[in-house]
């Protein structure tokens, strides 16, 4: 990786609380979206800002999550609270950005509770749109395609040889930006591409619009299934298991004991 | 894959997690070799742990709906075959929540002992171990070795078809890894130093909240693919 991000283009992201206020404005829903009920392009777009709301009020870390978050929150390897200029730079989890869009069921499933989860370590978020005013459809955004382009180029998803503007993505910093680790799309226990494209194939005698109605249906009700909050689960355990072992792996390496038992003062 | 020796009577020759628990802290456990890290050790008496631990677990509604969902399905599990020891760090970090998973979806849970009297050292052997029949069966495979990892974690519809296996820890939980860089040498440390420091630094990650992430993740990791097999086969939500 290049330069690191700076502060000042992560301070252009919105908050939760701004990123809802926006899903619901004229502004979002006059772009380009995608119903993934009706495999279709919609504009204007579904207005996603209760559901978020609703959700974000549910997605309350268990206690282990929360305990966890503010335990890597307090690693030592910055300067004292309202310090800057440390020259020793740890994995003290600090900031976390995240690329997203509200047509997206990742984004909905994930989000809030990254939110929520950000909340309980008392890390700073920030949320930027992929999108300009039309859906990206394949490859990486150009300039002036979209107001965030820098961003999806530089967290753009390697994947099978090539590279994706997957959302949501969620990055993880320390205090002077420097990446402890990125999350993308799902978490890995949930084989999408295979439920989904089991979902998809056409059955026996199926006209393509009988599938899409279908398929349609049924991924509108896993959606609504519990397994959403699952999944959701499951990926702040992901990342907050990847960040453990960041801070072992980094204290290990500079000789230092590691950083069990409760949270640091 | 060999045929499978969970029969009805096999599996009804385990143990409920309560009578799992009373067994724990028995002389006749006790007086069986256990394990730390260093290797052979006296057994500690952890049923009061295991008690105290399944008290305290619990479940969260997506996850207990979601076993709910499962246990309807056609097909879906009904039974749940765990093979553990105590001196286990990942024994007792899942078992109780295993459990409670059962107790979601109404599951038959019934739990074997790795070991007899003596540590399981190569592979399972009928004459020195009364379970080495389902170990052989369940040994997990690795870098082209076999391993008797626990604990495994069976499930199994109402005719003992078996739907999932998990073995040892959740995938996210990187252990080998871990547990190397906690218990290499820091620079100046003598082996006996490296020694009893790493002891304690693992012990007490084995006291932070990540374990009960990784209890968690591992119940996640199991809902997630029962239920994928489900939607594979023909399952429908709603």
Redesign the interface.
């Known amino acids: 990786m290049a330069d690191r991000l700076t502060a000042q283009r992560f301070a252009q992201g919105m908050s939760f609380a701004d990123y809802v206020a926006f899903a619901g404005s004229p502004e979002n829903l006059k772009r380009q979206g995608f119903d993934i009920r009706r495999f279709a392009h919609v504009t204007p777009r579904l207005d996603w800002s209760g559901f978020l709301k609703d959700r974000h009020a549910k997605a309350a870390p268990?206690?282990?999550?929360a305990?966890?978050i503010q335990?890597l929150a307090k690693q030592p390897g910055g300067p004292a609270e309202g310090g800057s200029g440390s020259s020793v730079a740890g994995p003290r989890v600090s900031k976390v950005l995240m690329i997203v869009e509200d047509w997206s069921s990742d984004v909905r499933r994930d989000l809030p509770y990254i939110a929520r989860l950000a909340e309980a370590g008392g890390l700073e978020l920030r949320i930027f749109v992929r999108d300009g005013e039309t859906m990206l459809m394949k490859g990486l955004p150009e300039p002036g395609q979209s107001p965030n382009a820098d961003l999806v180029q530089r967290y753009a998803n390697d994947k099978n040889g090539q590279r994706f503007a997957t959302v949501p993505v969620a990055v993880f910093f320390d205090r002077d930006f420097n990446e402890l680790y990125r999350y993308i799309e799902y978490?890995?226990?949930?084989?999408k591409d295979?439920?989904i494209g089991?979902?998809r194939t056409p059955r026996a005698g199926e006209s393509d619009e009988a599938m899409k109605a279908r398929a349609g249906?049924?991924i509108g009700?896993?959606l609504?299934?519990?397994?959403?909050?699952?999944?959701a689960?499951?990926a702040v355990?992901?990342i907050?298991?990847?960040l453990?072992?960041r801070v072992?792996?980094a204290e290990?390496s500079v000789?230092?004991?590691?950083a069990?038992?409760p949270p640091r003062p | 894959m060999a045929e499978s020796p969970v029969t009805p009577q096999r599996f009804a020759q385990g143990m409920t997690f309560e009578q799992y628990v009373a067994y724990i802290g028995t002389p006749e456990n006790l007086a069986r070799e256990g394990s730390t890290l260093a290797g052979s050790a006296p057994r500690k008496d952890w049923s009061a742990f295991m008690r105290a631990r399944y008290a305290k677990t619990r479940l969260t509604d997506a996850q207990v709906a979601s076993m709910r969902w499962l246990a309807k399905q056609p097909g879906g599990p009904a039974r749940l075959l765990v093979i553990s020891e105590d001196w286990s760090s990942d024994c007792r970090r899942d078992v109780p929540y295993l459990q409670r998973l059962a107790d979601a979806g109404g599951l038959e849970l019934r739990i074997f002992n790795r070991d007899g009297r003596s540590l399981l050292k190569g592979a399972p052997d009928p004459a020195s171990s009364p379970n080495a029949d389902l170990m052989a069966h369940y040994m997990s495979a690795r870098d082209g070795q076999r391993y008797a990892s626990i604990p495994v974690a069976a499930f199994f519809d109402r005719d003992f078809n078996e739907l999932y296996r998990y073995v040892e820890f959740p995938a996210i939980y990187h252990k080998d890894r871990l547990v190397a860089e906690i218990r290499g040498p820091r620079a100046g440390e003598t082996a006996e130093q490296t020694k009893a420091r790493g002891g304690t630094d693992f012990f007490a990650m084995l006291e932070s909240p990540f374990f009960d992430v990784w209890a968690d993740a591992a119940i996640a990791e199991i809902l997630s693919a029962l239920h994928e097999r489900c939607v594979l086969a023909g399952g429908r939500h709603g």
């Open positions: 268990t206690p282990e999550q305990a966890a335990w978490p890995a226990i949930y084989h295979r439920l089991h979902l249906a049924a009700a896993l609504e299934s519990p397994f959403y909050d699952v999944w689960r499951a355990d992901e907050l298991s990847a453990h072992e072992i792996l290990g000789g230092g004991p590691p069990w038992g």
